[in-house]
T-cell receptor, first 114, second 115 residues
């Protein structure tokens, strides 16, 4: 069975600081990994995905994530936080491609201080 | 950019009543899904639908739930007799056929409140 662990529920950074949101997964087969962002009163928007190939994946809004099989991790980073990055971030895993079910982590709320 | 559209944005219903949540997936997408998020909890998979039939469902998706694609554009989730614990945000999603390059596109959700 697949699962996702996102430790902590809230991360607060200063504007311009590094953003690091952690995600660890468990999967019995090579996983497909995703980060979604949810702004208040909106749906889930895809930030980036890892399917196969290059382990460093770049997404929208300057975010990137690195798939590390040995650490079963897929941490999300952004070099310089912007106020508009304040949102809830969800890591998700799928075992058979995006067309099979996604298992989500519980999400992390990112706050950005001026 | 094409979007998944969900209506209504907020639905209030009384316990025991039937409710239908509606979704218009992106037009060239062939896989359709419902997920839900109870307040403060994880986003949970309910059901996936492809080629006019359910392809996978979770243990949450019991006989009280059903899905339908009544025409070429809509995808609905019906809850026959709502319970208090059905109160949640329900998300519809869709994706294209090619698994390796696809990802789910989500709607903005319908907040269902059962009183």
């Amino acid at each position: 069975a697949q699962s996702v662990t996102q430790l902590g529920s809230h991360v607060s950074v200063s504007e311009g600081a590094l953003v690091l949101l952690r995600c660890n997964y468990s999967s019995s087969v090579p996983p497909y990994l995703f980060w979604y962002v949810q702004y208040p009163n909106q749906g889930l928007q895809l930030l980036l995905k890892y399917t196969t190939g290059a382990t460093l994946v770049k997404g929208i809004n300057g975010f990137e994530a690195e798939f590390k099989k040995s650490e079963t991790s897929f941490h999300l980073t952004k070099p310089s936080a912007h106020m508009s990055d304040a949102a809830e971030y969800f890591c998700a895993v799928s075992e058979y491609g995006a067309n099979s079910k996604l298992t989500f982590g519980k999400g992390i709320t990112l706050s950005v201080r001026p | 950019e094409p979007e998944v559209t969900q209506t209504p944005s907020h639905q209030v219903t009384q316990m025991g009543q039937e409710v239908i949540l509606r979704c218009v997936p992106i037009s060239n997408h062939l896989y359709f899904y419902w997920y839900r998020q109870i307040l403060g909890q994880k986003v949970e998979f309910l059901v996936s639908f492809y080629n006019n039939e359910i392809s996978e469902k979770s243990e949450i998706f019991d006989d009280q739930f059903s899905v339908e694609r009544p025409d070429g554009s809509n995808f609905t989730l019906k809850i026959r007799s709502t319970k208090l614990e059905d109160s949640a945000m329900y998300f519809c999603a869709s994706s294209v056929l090619t698994a390796s390059n696809s990802a789910l596109h989500f709607g903005n959700g319908t907040r269902l409140t059962v009183t």
